[in-house]
């Protein structure tokens, strides 16, 4: 092995390089995950369906906060998966199964909330009510 091989585990020396390591968390998050990759256009489209109905700027804030809500439940959902990964690898473990399966449950609670805000948003302007 040599020397440029050998990585080393140290803090971040400045804002600017704890911000590059999150965007690096972005990537991984765009590249490696299908679910993730999922909700991202599945938001750009929410956004873009929003600016078409000219909704209000309270209903801005309601649907930005189910997008950014599911969104993070996705991260945490991830997170909670490498974790039990790292820990576990391959063996099948009871608990690994309840921290993923609980894990995956908050990404389906979001998005329950996430329909919930679509429906009391769109549905009145689409139906004239
Ligand atoms: N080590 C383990 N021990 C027991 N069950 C596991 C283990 N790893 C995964 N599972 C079970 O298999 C399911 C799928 O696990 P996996 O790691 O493939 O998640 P995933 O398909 O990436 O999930 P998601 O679709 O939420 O991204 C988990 O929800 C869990 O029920």
Redesign the pocket.
């Known amino acids: 092995m040599g020397l440029k091989d050998k990585k080393v585990v140290r803090k971040n020396r400045s804002f600017a390089e704890s911000f590059k390591h999150a965007f690096d968390g972005l990537v991984i998050l765009c590249k490696t995950?299908?679910?993730f990759r999922f909700h991202l256009i599945a938001s750009l489209i929410v956004v873009i369906i929003s600016f078409i109905l000219k909704i209000d700027l309270s209903q801005w804030v309601w649907i930005l906060l189910a997008i950014f809500i599911v969104l993070i439940a996705e991260v945490v959902?991830?997170l909670c998966?490498s974790i039990?990964?790292l820990i576990?690898?391959?063996?099948?473990?009871?608990i690994?199964?309840k921290a993923?399966?609980v894990?995956?449950a908050g990404?389906v609670i979001a998005s329950i909330f996430a329909a919930i805000i679509g429906l009391l948003v769109y549905v009145p302007i689409i139906f004239g009510l």
Not at 88 to 94: A, I, P, R, S
């Open positions: 995950e299908r679910n959902n991830t998966e039990v990964n576990v690898g391959n063996k099948y473990d009871e690994a199964k993923k399966d894990a995956a990404v």
